[in-house]
């Protein structure tokens, strides 16, 4: 709790350190707030001198791995920031400042275990290209290949964990005093946030993902992974092809490469939901410091992707779940999208769906007829959340690093080309990719996937075979003593269905000769008249005796 207190400090003093209370919006404060977070950013004077943009990109720096990819993900929102904001932001992708190269040769050497001139016949201690978490030096092999090693950052570990604890004591203070807090689920949104994190510290995790990447792209035009060296891969250190591309975000240069922008748009979408439907496997960290664009056929430009340290997957469920949604969308059945979420989960069960769909169509439908261009993502999904905030609707984690990706598909479609018609190009893949699911195609990859466990019954087929015969004979005789009780009990229910005016007399003969004694009958039956008895005695025969 002190680390996270600290921590707290830490990031209070940086925005007064960078006059960052131009983006607070103090009218919405208490005045409390208002009057103190004024007066302490007051003091930032000596920051006041730079732009805006500049010193927010600074002030991200200086907080740490986590601010910067922050940044880097606003970086790609151009329709949610000004140019003066996107374009400082923009420098986070790649151009973060560098560590030293000595103390990178060091890591290497360290955790190849060799020193740097048995590894390389070259290596650059000048970095190519420096990031939030590693940067990236280039080298060549003793083999000839040239290729680029990248090294995680000295003593990272600490630095995330103290934002990883304040995160947490941030997300359980929301979760304690809202509910709106709560809704947002916000402690397992940082644990997801956490294990993504961790894993992009490890570099041989990182390889293993590449290596998957590129087998799902084998034979495929639209998307090149470059190849991981394996015996130069660890926790801290990766080495891999080294590649020659146009930054994806360099649009100058792609068009004077004349490459065209409107196929590259659309194969960026495709690969997005090839990657998410068909491989359950999708690059979730693609702001355009890792995407290249390989110019040497304009007409059908290539992508390349690298740094696959983030990468997320949904299973079947959470697919088919989505793509009905989407589908449910692009054909505006606002109806079946609210059914879908009740159905799942998402909203409560009671739930008014017609409502609820009212609310959904009214967000929804402006979205439509609209260019790429036209349309604000960032305004619909805050229109989205105030429905959902009516709607106690919740958010779901493992959705999280597919919003994101989403996200930045978004700000990479609008700088390529912002004529884009995102739902026009994305709709025939997924009614395609429903048709794949229920057709005989999906029938037999669930045979093929459940034959290895039929194989593991095969050796005892024939004992089970021979258990079986062995005892069809007893089997008949246990048929046929269970056919003659099932005729017995029909016999008798018969018979007592027959029987049933015979109880309701002998019903009223009790009652009848319970009305013409006396009160105390039980105790003077015996002086009780012939009729009382007979009655008694014939409602007793008919009720209990006879059968």
Not at 107 to 121: C, N, S, T, Y
Not at 260 to 278: D, H, P, W, Y
Not at 300 to 314: F, N, V
Not at 387 to 401: H, W
């Amino acid at each position: 709790m002190f680390t996270s207190a600290f921590r707290f400090l830490r990031i209070l003093y940086t925005v007064v350190r960078f006059r960052l209370d131009v983006f607070i919006p103090f009218s919405l404060l208490p005045w409390y707030l208002r009057y103190t977070l004024g007066a302490l950013c007051a003091i930032g004077r000596q920051r006041a001198s730079k732009n805006r943009g500049e010193r927010l990109r600074l002030a991200l720096e200086s907080l740490g791995p986590i601010f910067v990819k922050f940044g880097q993900i606003l970086s790609t929102r151009r329709d949610l920031l000004d140019d003066d904001l996107a374009d400082e932001l923009a420098k986070l992708q790649d151009k973060v400042p560098p560590f030293s190269g000595k103390v990178a040769k060091a890591i290497i050497e360290r955790d190849l275990k060799a020193p740097i001139e048995q590894l390389f016949a070259e290596f650059s201690e000048t970095p190519l290209a420096s990031a939030s978490i590693a940067q990236v030096h280039t080298a060549t092999l003793h083999s000839g290949e040239a290729v680029v090693v990248k090294v995680i950052r000295p003593k990272i570990e600490n630095t995330i964990g103290k934002d990883i604890s304040l995160l947490y004591s941030l997300a359980h203070l929301v979760a304690n005093v809202s509910e709106d807090g709560r809704r947002l689920r916000p402690i397992e949104v940082v644990t997801d946030y956490e294990y993504t994190i961790l894993d992009e510290l490890d570099l041989a995790k990182e390889a293993a993902n590449t290596g998957l990447l590129q087998r799902n792209f084998t034979q495929s035009e639209l998307l090149y992974v470059p190849q991981v060296y394996w015996d130069y891969c660890h926790r801290n250190v990766m080495v891999m092809e080294r590649i020659s591309g146009i930054p994806v975000a360099d649009i100058p240069a792609l068009n004077q490469a004349n490459v065209n922008m409107k196929c590259l748009a659309e194969r960026g979408v495709e690969i997005f939901f090839t990657q998410v439907f068909s491989h359950s496997f999708f690059h979730a960290d693609m702001h355009p410091g890792n995407i290249f664009v390989d110019p040497s056929n304009p007409d059908k430009p290539k992508y390349i992707a690298i740094d696959c340290a983030i990468m997320g997957s949904l299973d079947d469920e959470d697919k088919s779940y989505l793509a009905r949604n989407l589908l449910a969308f692009f054909q505006r059945d606002y109806r079946l999208v609210a059914e879908l979420h009740v159905e799942s989960g998402w909203v409560p069960k009671g739930t008014p769906v017609h409502a609820f769909e009212s609310a959904i169509r009214s967000v929804c439908e402006p979205m439509f007829a609209k260019p790429l261009k036209d349309i604000s993502f960032g305004q619909v999904l805050i229109g989205l959340f105030q429905t959902a905030r009516r709607f106690n609707m919740e958010v779901q984690p493992q959705l999280v690093l597919l919003e994101k990706t989403l996200l930045n598909i978004e700000g990479l479609g609008r700088q390529l080309y912002p004529d884009l018609d995102l739902w026009v190009t994305a709709k025939p893949f997924l009614e395609r990719w429903m048709r794949e699911q229920m057709g005989p195609k999906r029938v037999m990859e669930e045979v093929r996937k459940q034959a290895p466990q039929w194989a593991g019954h095969l050796p005892q087929i024939p004992n089970l075979v021979f258990t079986a015969l062995t005892q069809l004979p007893h089997q008949e005789e246990r048929m046929q003593a269970q056919t003659n009780e099932i005729k017995e009990l029909s016999q008798e229910l018969k018979l007592r269905r027959r029987n049933w005016p015979f109880r309701l007399l002998g019903a009223f003969s009790l009652a009848g000769a319970w009305l013409v004694t006396e009160p105390d009958t039980l105790q003077q039956l015996k002086h009780a008249d012939l009729t009382s008895i007979g009655l008694f005695v014939l409602g007793l025969y008919l009720l209990v005796l006879k059968p």
